[in-house]
DNA sequence: TCACTACTTGAGCATTTACTCATATATACA
DNA sequence: TGTATATATGAGTAAATGCTCAAGTAGTGA
């Protein structure tokens, strides 16, 4: 068990930091697996989002399935969302924490 | 249960998502408390460490203790690491399936 | 008070990022 | 072949990021 450079583990965690990437992940999650669906659902603008998206496969988060026309796409690891559901947790306490500070 | 804005958490995630970052908190996490042990540890400029630094506190991810004139820190909340080591777990299992398809 | 250590910050610079508009490519199907 | 739908990309721009040097602030103890 050898640690993961802290370059890689950054470039991991670079491609889930941005809130219409993140809101893309949280699309497909729901369902939502093609960009022509994402798109009009996030109101992102197509070159835009096809842009995030090409992020999210050059880093292995998302693979891309050909169907006709369109591409649907699926996450590599389902951990992806633990990772998500953690950030949240942790701005969820991270939020408290300073709330209890104004209050003391 | 409230769902977390996708923006707070790409804040979040993003205040991780750079190497230095990453390796101070490896640094505290291995026992180096105070900045004027990451720098030489880490051979980080001095301004440097401190900017990073600053944002990991801005963020409220590391904890200031002033003692004397050297500042300890420590992480606000120990779950971080979680999130650290899940994004380590990442990185490996799709370093491997990149690996697999190669040999297909 | 002065000097020393620890840390912060202003200023400047190069690089990267996110975004948009317009254009190009790819697939399906008449 | 032509047309429609889905996706990708070139080019340009504004803003953000990371870094460094130099100068500043803050606490400690002589």
């Known amino acids: 068990m050898t640690a993961i450079s802290s370059k890689l583990r950054a470039r991991m965690l670079d491609a889930l930091a941005h809130p219409n990437r993140i809101r893309i992940l949280e699309a497909i999650r729901l369902g939502h697996t ?48 633990q990772l998500l559901d953690l950030s949240g947790e942790l701005v969820r306490r991270t939020t408290e924490r300073s709330i209890r500070e104004v209050e003391l």
């Open 34 to 81: 093609c960009s022509c669906e994402i798109g009009p659902e996030l109101n992102l603008e197509q070159s835009n989002l096809s842009r995030h998206i090409r992020i999210l496969v050059d880093r292995g988060i998302l693979i891309p399935e050909r169907d006709g026309v369109r591409i649907n796409y699926k996450v590599a690891d389902e951990e992806i969302y």
